[in-house]
C-alpha cells in the first residue's frame, strides 16, 4: 500500500514526518497535477495518519500498489459543485433576484434532506417565466471550470479512457461544456422553453440520483471490464449512488457524508488530484 499526500503547497518536513511515521521505504514526487504531490511507497501502518494530514491540510489517499492509472477506462463527474466552481440554477435564481429562494432547496437536496426530484421541481417552479438570455450569461459570465478540470480530461484522453458528464442540472450547460471539453457522454434534465421563456418544467423524466447511477453502471458495466477501473467524482448527496456503482469513487470539495462514503476525498487541490491516486 501507497500513501498519497496532495495540497497546493507541502512542506518537506511534512512529507518526511509521514514517511518516517508510517514505515514507508521510498518518497516519489508527483508531476501529474498542478499540486504538490508525493507518494510514500509500501508503508506499514497508516495509524496517525489523517489526524496529521488534516491539521496540516493535506489530502490524502492510501492507494493499492496495483492501481494503475492505464487500467482506468471511464471517468464520471458531476458537474455543478464538480466540474465547474457553481450551481448552474443558483446563479439564474440571482439574476432574477430569488437566490436565496433557490440555493435554500439547493442546499437542502445537497444535504438529503429533500428527494432530489422534488427539489428540481421546487427550483424550477421559482424560475417560471424566466427568458433563455439568463441562462445563456450565467454561462458566459459565471461558469468557471473547477481547478485542473482540463488536465484530468486531457488525461482521460491519453489513457483511452471514456468520459461521461452527467448532472441533475440542464443540457443547456452540459451540452455547452460537451462541445468545450470534448466529454464522450452526457445526462442531464432538458428545460422546456417556449417562446424563449422558462415554462418551470423539464422534458421527460428527471435526471435525478437514480439515473446517475444507472448510466455510470451501464457504462462501467460496458466499458470497464475485467481488471479495467471506473472512476465516478461527486460532491453531493445525490451523488452517491453514482459513486457507488464505481470502483473508485472520489469526494471532490464534497459534503461530510459523501466524504464518509467515498473512496478519497480531494479538499485542498483540484480535480487532477484524481490522477495521483494511481500509481
Known sequence: MHLVVQAPEIATGNVKALA?????RSIVALKRSACDAFRIEHIVTSEGTAAFCAAAALDFALVPNDRVLDRVRLIAMDMDSTL???ECIDELADMLGIK???????ARAMRGEIDFATSVGERLALLRGARVGALERVYAERLELSPGAERLLAAAK?????????????????ERLQSRLGFDHVLANTLEIDGGVL????????VDAAAKAR???????????????AVAIGDGANDLPMLAEAHVSVAYRAKPAVRARTTHAIDHCGLDAVLNLFV
Not at 20 to 24: A, D, I, L, W
Not at 199 to 206: A, F, Y
Open 20 to 24: 518516517q511515521s508510517t514505515g514507508g
Open 84 to 86: 465547474i466552481t457553481i
Open 100 to 106: 436565496d429562494r433557490v440555493a435554500a432547496i439547493t
Open 158 to 174: 491519453r489513457i483511452g479512457a471514456a468520459t461521461l458528464l452527467v448532472s441533475g442540472g440542464f443540457t443547456f450547460f452540459t
Open 199 to 206: 415554462t418551470g418544467r423539464v422534458i421527460g423524466d428527471i
Open 215 to 229: 448510466i455510470v453502471r451501464r457504462l462501467r458495466d460496458e466499458l470497464a471490464t475485467g481488471d479495467a477501473l
